[in-house]
């Protein structure tokens, strides 16, 4: 630690009010870690009050990613705008895609075929196990547990593998559409994500075996970071956070989307309410997801993928070959755009985070009035503060890595 | 698309409408009030403590520019874990000053978001115990989401404007 960490009382730049008075006087340490600190997945800067190594507040600071995505995506029609979800919650970014996509097929009243519901529900789910294989990874790394590190991310890059066979991009992919999927899988799709499913559970034996009983992490995890479920409901806490206090509850089951009804899966919970608790709750979720992704590839229908609503989705290229009316569609929807009501529709899923809500309202125009993201990691660091009160400064890190932030999530 | 309203919501959205003469508007399958400023807080709590929304999912903005009133939607979504249902308010703002009464002290979550809102949009949050700018630093100048706040595009320079635009641009010349 340098002594630039430190901040004077009189550096406090407006933010006197969120200390105590005996920061003030200099009785107490004023630290800050971050924005650039590894442990802080990402740029967040944590203003931190300590009495010797006692959290006596913690003071979260955003907006270090604030790239004004929200404005962008009003500024490009609906079709377009899409581009830009992917870069929001970036470990999650075929989930922003399905919940953009919901919103915007709620708002114009677009169908969706059946094998692209469940190729949506698939990859939302394999999307959910690369995000906590990143999260196992990172979080286990900042309590000091290297090898779960690197085995998290051999099998997350099976995943990104599959990404990009089916996009061409491992991360940003653009896959999931109003009114569909971009296009249908290759041919060699399902043979890799039977061959995912066959190695991911005795892999996730492996990394339980290293973490579930062993007595560091639980000394590092146990009663660290807790919250109860009233204090989450209050504080607008979702995911995995409201489920380790034992409330099972999943949008995926409260208000399915995407045909999840239909699916056979559980809702893992935890009664610890703490850090350990969101630590069991993830790695159940990942069995559960693979559960649901098994099943989804054994009744993956066949079909089109995409709707055949040509007001809203482009023809595909063989019949703008031999079809005017599919030429003019294509050119129409590619500058001008579809026109939406001028209403607004709220939609929400579950992020491996937690909800994740898109609210989109039209003007009667090719472009939207207004679109928000309602990103779990925004509400989830909001309770920062509570988490890590009279912890000690080495917990901290454990607690953000619990709480699984993605800045890109928060700042948008 | 006319979708039933589930009965707590209906009895909710009547009653909102008795009290408070709360607007229901229905699309798609959401349920929204627009409901006057000056009573925001007594809303939301009869909402809270008497239809179980116990959640406050987020608070943001709407931007109508340049009509000037009402000029901005300030738009909560609530949601009652217990109905399992989803419930949206919103408050018409005029354009000048527009301020809101805080609803921190119904549901604590509103801190962030109502900075988010400030700090985006500029409507003040009358009692907010911290309302500084969220994401945007804080000597900014100006609010991003609203509509009249330009997007700065980069100009496209063409050989015959080429000189006149590189001369606006702020960069480190040699």
Known sequence: MTDSNLVRPEELDGMSHLVSERALRGETMLLNMGPQHPSTHGVLRLLLELDGEIVVNCIPDIGFLHTGIEKTMESKIYNKALVCTDRMDYLNPLGNNLVYSLAVEKLVGLDVPPRAQVLRVLLAELTRIGSHLLWLGTSALDLAAMSVFLYGMREREIILDIFEMISGQRMMTSYIRPGGVWRDVPAEFEAAVRNFLEVMPRRLDEYESLLTHNALFLERTVDIGKICTEECIRWGITGPAIRATGLPYDLRKARPYSGYETYDFDIPTAEGCDVYGRYLVRVQEIRESLKIVRQALDKLPYGPVQSSNRKFVPPPRSEIGVSMESLIHHFKLWTEGYHAPAEGVYVAIESPRGELGFYVEGNGGPKPQRVFYRGPSFANLQIMPILTRKHFVADVVGIIGSIDIVLGDTDR | ?174
């Open chain 2, 1 to 174: 698309m006319e979708v039933a309203m589930d009965d707590q919501l209906q009895s909710a959205a009547t009653a909102m409408h008795e009290r408070f003469g709360a607007e229901i508007h229905r699309y798609a399958d959401d349920t929204s009030l627009i409901a006057a400023h000056d009573r925001n807080v007594e809303l939301l709590t009869a909402l809270r403590d008497e239809f179980r929304f116990e959640m406050l999912v987020a608070v943001t903005a709407v931007d109508y520019w340049p009509q000037v009133t009402p000029r901005f939607h300030v738009l909560y979504i609530l949601y009652s874990m217990q109905h399992n249902s989803t419930l949206l308010v919103r408050i018409p703002l005029d354009g000048n000053m527009p301020h809101l009464r805080t609803v921190e002290g119904v549901y604590p979550s509103a801190n962030w978001y109502e900075r988010e809102v400030y700090d985006m949009f500029g409507v003040t949050f009358v009692g907010h115990s911290d309302l500084r700018r969220i994401l945007m630093p804080k000597d900014w100048q100006g609010h991003p989401l609203r509509k009249d706040y330009p997007l700065g595009y980069e100009e496209v320079s063409f050989t015959f404007n080429y000189d006149e635009i590189d001369l606006r641009k702020p960069l480190a010349k040699e």
